[in-house]
């Protein structure tokens, strides 16, 4: 069964900065892009950043671009998202799954880990 499990969210201030990892099963890690998506309240989930599985390859949403950072361990089977500048609207819940594009490819998600950003 694959699993994902979330951590590093927290309360952060305007144009802050967050460090998220995501550890995910072993089964599956080495042979998949992995992504990152937030969910806010009362919104759709979105995607927000993807890497390939050797790290040469990064996309991420608009909305991030320039601030946010995507990157891998496969030795620990992690995957990780810098948040640099945040703001307001990147609060939500923050999820990773393996990733065809930006398009989730399994059905089961961790807990997510909340970010919230406010002043």
């Known amino acids: 069964q694959v699993q994902f499990v979330e951590s590093g969210g927290g309360l952060v201030q305007p144009g802050g900065s967050l460090r998220l990892s995501c550890a995910a099963s072993?089964?599956?890690?080495?042979?998949?892009?992995m992504g990152w998506f937030r969910q806010g309240s009362g919104k759709e989930r979105e995607f927000v950043a993807g890497?390939?599985?050797?790290?040469?390859?990064?996309y991420y949403a608009d909305s991030v671009k320039g601030r946010f950072t995507i990157s891998r361990d496969n030795a620990k089977n992690t995957v990780y998202l810098q948040m640099n500048s945040l703001k307001p609207e990147d609060t939500g819940v923050y999820y990773c799954?393996?990733?065809?594009?930006?398009?989730?490819?399994?059905?089961?998600w961790g807990q997510g880990t909340q970010v919230t950003v406010s002043s």
């Open positions: 072993e089964s599956i890690f080495s042979s998949y892009y």
């Open positions: 890497i390939s599985w050797n790290e040469y390859t990064t």
């Open positions: 799954n393996a990733v065809r594009g930006a398009i989730p490819l399994f059905r089961s």
